[in-house]
Every structure is written in C-alpha cells, then in structure tokens.
C-alpha cells in the first residue's frame, strides 16, 4: 500500500509540473504573438531604425532583432521564460512594398 501511494505522489508532482510547463509556455506564444503583431504593424522604416530591442512582459523577458533584407525585414524573438532552460525563437518576415 506504501508503495502505490509513493507511486501515485510521485505521478501526481510529475503532472503538476507538466502543466506548469504547458502553462508558462501558452503565456509565452500569447507574449510571442502580441510582440510579433507590435512589430509587424510598424513601416519598414520604422522597423529599421528600431534594429533591435528587449522587454519583460508577464515575467518572460523578450529579445528581439529586426534584420533588413531586399524588399523585407526578418524579425527573430527570443523567449526567456522563467524555470524552463530552453529558450524559444519566433521568427517572421515583413514584406516592405
């Protein structure tokens, strides 16, 4: 009986933290997402002459880098999210017309 309630104590902290996982990284794609629509409703030029940036929002500190390339600027964020070791990289492409 011991041995079924450590199983079942072990098991229920190993889904607790799968789910603050998934939790921490729906805040960060709704993070990602928000900061993506930001940058992509800026003109070209507006976007050039930011070149690159950073913030903390909802505890997840942002990077970003806007590089320009023929008709187009390449945004690549970068997500630091609290207690997970990998980061995570949006990137998208700003037709410039």
Same mark, same amino acid.
């Given at each position: 009986?011991?041995?079924?309630?450590?199983?079942?104590?072990?098991?229920? #902290?190993?889904? +607790?933290?799968?789910?603050?996982?998934? #939790? $921490?990284?729906?805040?960060?794609? +709704?993070?990602?997402?928000?900061?993506?629509?930001?940058?992509?409703?800026? +003109?070209?030029?507006?976007?050039?002459? &930011?070149?690159?940036? +950073? #913030?903390?929002? $909802?505890?997840?500190?942002?990077?970003?880098?806007? =590089?320009?390339?023929?008709?187009? $600027?390449?945004?690549?964020?970068?997500? =630091?999210?609290?207690?997970?070791?990998?980061? &995570?990289?949006?990137?998208?492409?700003?037709?410039?017309?």
């Amino acid at each position: 009986m011991t041995v079924a309630i450590v199983g079942l104590l072990g098991t229920s #902290r190993k889904i +607790s933290e799968m789910m603050g996982t998934s #939790r $921490r990284q729906l805040i960060a794609a +709704s993070v990602a997402q928000a900061r993506l629509d930001s940058l992509q409703s800026l +003109s070209c030029t507006s976007l050039t002459a &930011l070149g690159a940036g +950073s #913030r903390t929002t $909802r505890g997840i500190i942002e990077a970003w880098t806007i =590089t320009e390339g023929t008709n187009s $600027r390449f945004i690549a964020l970068t997500l =630091t999210i609290p207690r997970m070791a990998q980061k &995570l990289t949006y990137t998208t492409i700003v037709p410039c017309v």
